[in-house]
């Protein structure tokens, strides 16, 4: 069983829509949270983090997280074409010293004009 | 200035070769890490230092080995390359080893793409 798992995609919106990314982490322990954006090509950009139940926006990124269900989501609203990229969970699996992030494999996102 | 580079971005080589990813970070971080991200977009973490020690090594081969002259660079050596080493190699870094939070966001280089023919 995966540790974080993502829909591989791709996921297709039409510009001006809310995209919904979705991802289920096994470690019940887990307290950092976080979605990552990776263009094509390029490096892993953090763009949103959580750590406490319920919803947190940040313009127009909006992070869920429901602990009891292992959930995190990522929610888009206006979506624009610059949107498309790669989105990369991330969660803190293990409670030690180390810090380690353990990301699933990404859900590919095309926003279509 | 970029916070986290590494070089060189793009390597092609042939297996057996051994060959070395550099990596420094100018921003006063004292932890750095090896990520390995694979065809499938999986990124991996290699190794984790503290201040030049060794923190976390993810089983991964003893061809690859990790140096840490100082705080600001960590650079990777990998042994009798594999076809299988074909992967985009991350390094990050972060102010701190311990719980990721706010205050302690890793910061990922660009990438190094190290292709082995």
């Known amino acids: 069983q995966k540790e974080v798992e993502q829909n591989s995609g791709p996921l297709s919106v039409p510009e001006g829509a809310i995209a919904s990314l979705n991802c289920t982490y096994s470690?019940?322990?887990?307290?950092?949270f976080f979605w990552y954006r990776q263009y094509s090509g390029k490096s892993p950009e953090l763009i949103m983090s959580?750590?406490?139940?319920g919803d947190k926006e940040d313009g127009r990124f909006t992070a869920q997280l429901n602990k009891a269900s292992q959930y995190v989501s990522l929610l888009i609203r206006d979506s624009q074409p610059s949107d498309s990229a790669t989105y990369l969970c991330?969660?803190?699996?293990?409670?030690?010293?180390?810090?380690?992030?353990?990301f699933g494999g990404g859900t590919r996102l095309m926003v279509k004009p | 200035d970029t916070a986290v580079s590494q070089t060189p971005k793009y390597l092609v080589t042939q297996m057996g070769n051994d060959k070395s990813i550099k990596c420094e970070q100018n921003?006063?971080?004292?932890?750095m890490y090896w990520y390995k991200q694979d065809s499938k977009k999986f990124l991996k973490i290699m190794f984790s230092?503290?201040?030049?020690?060794?923190?976390i090594n993810e089983t991964v081969p003893n061809r690859f080995s990790p140096k840490s002259p100082d705080k600001a660079h960590l650079n990777l050596h990998i042994n009798s390359l594999e076809l299988g080493d074909s992967a985009v190699y991350f390094c990050?870094?972060?102010?701190?080893?311990?719980?990721?939070?706010?205050?302690?966001?890793?910061?990922f280089g660009e990438g190094s793409w190290l292709t082995v023919v």
């Open positions: 990050a870094s972060s102010r701190w080893t311990g719980l990721p939070n706010s205050g302690n966001t890793i910061y």
């Open positions: 470690d019940r322990v887990s307290q950092s």
């Open positions: 959580i750590y406490s139940n």
């Open positions: 991330a969660v803190n699996i293990r409670d030690n010293a180390g810090n380690m992030l353990t």
């Open positions: 921003l006063g971080h004292d932890t």
């Open positions: 230092y503290n201040n030049k020690e060794l923190i």
